[in-house]
């Protein structure tokens, strides 16, 4: 069973940065995409970023230019840099990690920012 461990929430004033961090159990290369959902209050999840086994990364429209996904290889991680954090960001983020057969997901580390 593969394993998605979290990292990086916390609370934050608008305008700061979080770095969120994800490390699965198996190689971040054996996925075809890792990414980042989140889901803020009384909302439906979302998906915010998404980088691919080659590479590709794509965006949600209202985290472009504020967020980046990136993978630390040596560390088999995959990293969600946010910067200039909006009090609408706040929401539980959760990790997925994706193959053919099955998609798996973090545990969730919450996110809030304050205005």
């Known amino acids: 069973q593969v394993q998605l461990v979290e990292s990086g929430g916390g609370l934050v004033q608008a305008g700061g940065s979080l770095r969120l961090s994800c490390v699965p159990s198996?190689?971040?290369?054996?996925?075809?995409?890792m990414g980042w959902y989140h889901q803020g209050p009384g909302k439906q999840p979302e998906l915010v970023a998404t980088?691919?086994?080659?590479?590709?990364?794509n965006y949600a429209d209202s985290v472009k230019g504020r967020f980046t996904i990136s993978r630390d290889n040596a560390k088999n991680t995959v990293h969600l840099q946010m910067n200039s954090l909006k009090p609408e960001d706040t929401a539980v983020y959760y990790c997925?990690?994706?193959?053919?057969?099955?998609?798996?997901w973090g545990q969730g580390t919450q996110v809030t920012v304050s205005s």
């Open positions: 997925y990690a994706r193959r053919p057969s099955a998609t798996y």
């Open positions: 198996g190689s971040i290369f054996s996925f075809n995409a």
């Open positions: 980088i691919t086994s080659g590479g590709t990364t």
